[in-house]
């Protein structure tokens, strides 16, 4: 008898786990009718009222926050001054650079009266570096729109012009994409899925135009110049560590529409090219996701620890529902294999992705131990304390 509850309970638990990955599946492949590129140019009409200067063209002032960026800060702005169908200003924030930075800012700006340098020498008490740089170039904006981009970034010539375009025809007042990476090996691209796929929810719940949905990345934010001064801007995100994210939070506060679309070669960034990397760049990032709060992140682990025995324990059982469960999350391939033709990578990459969510784990643990240990985020040469990163974050 006690030998059959425990085959019932074990049946139970495999069935149900099984289930929860099934249903994360299907959840990913209808959210992924809503994860789409920028439309090209030639499909999108301006419409009444289209935000235009005199001349006929879209104006934009693109804001650059660049920090020690001699190695590629240059290829960056020569991309962004081929911008074609819009009237732009380049604002290049130099913040407390030690390098060459604002030397090869200095000589771009003397060959092309679009390019504008400022220069921070000290950073003000209560603020993060890269916010008070977007807030210094934002307050020197002139455009109808502001492009909030970062120094590694490479843009496609229209794609500013694409992005006003549909947001005017969409009645839109921001519009962001992720990032686009050039990436060779199989496992920097699973990461870059599982990224990618972990964002389905707020692709879909932006582009639905769902009251409580928001969405911002920092490699391509852009917005009207009403809607940025409307929301609060930089201003409110001092010391707010995903300022990109949360940008998109206080425009959704404000009202404001967002269409969220995949980057890909549109929007090109060089960091991270390896798992190694990218979990390193993620350690400011993924406490502060869950707004610095410790219980989340032991609750999460200690569900993510019992999945994991779970998982194992059904590859063991010598069931079949304990074999479903342990290789349910192969489910998760399908979505990932989709997203992987719509950026235009062969599908083999895909069938890493389950095997990234213990790599996602350890990057999420290691994000959080090494926020406490030191008691706050060390970002560029700059220690910002965890209580005046708790206090100051946008929620």
Known sequence: MVHFIQTIWATLIFSGTAAMFLAMTLAA??????????????????????????????????????????ARIEQTIRHLLAQRGVEAEFIVVDDRSTDRTNEILQRLAQHDARVHVKRVDVLP??????????????????????????ADCWLKPDVIARAVRLAERDGADHVTMTPGTALESLG???????????????FSGVNQDRPKSYLGLGA???????????????????????????????????????????????????????????????????????????ELVLGGSAFMILVFAILLAGLLSGTVSGLVAGLSPL?????????????GWSWPCAVYVPFMFPVLFYAMLNSTVLTLRQGGIRWRDTFYPLDALRAGNVR
Request: aromatic share 10%.
């Open 29 to 70: 492949l209808w959210h992924l009718r809503w994860v789409r590129r920028l439309p090209a140019l030639e499909a999108l009409t301006p419409a009444a009222g289209f935000a235009a200067s005199p001349g006929g063209q879209i104006r934009c002032s693109v804001v650059i926050a660049a920090r020690d960026e001699e």
């Open 331 to 343: 489910s998760l391939i399908l979505p990932a294999a989709i997203l992987a033709k719509r950026i």
């Open 125 to 150: 008490d209560g603020w993060l570096g890269k916010c008070h740089a977007c807030h210094v170039g934002a307050n020197a904006a002139t455009g109808d729109w502001i492009l909030f981009t970062d």
């Open 188 to 202: 920097a691209r699973a990461w870059h899925l599982l990224f990618l796929t972990s964002l389905l929810n707020w």
């Open 220 to 294: 391509f934010n852009l917005l009207g110049t009403a809607a940025y001064r409307q929301c609060g801007g930089y201003e409110a995100l001092r010391l707010t560590i995903l300022d990109d994210v949360k940008l998109g939070l206080l425009l959704r506060r404000a009202g404001k529409r967002t269409r969220a679309f995949l980057g890909v070669d549109d929007v090109e960034c060089h960091w991270g090219n390896t798992v190694t990397s990218m979990v390193k760049i993620m350690e400011k990032n993924y406490f502060a996701a869950v707004d610095f709060r410790f």
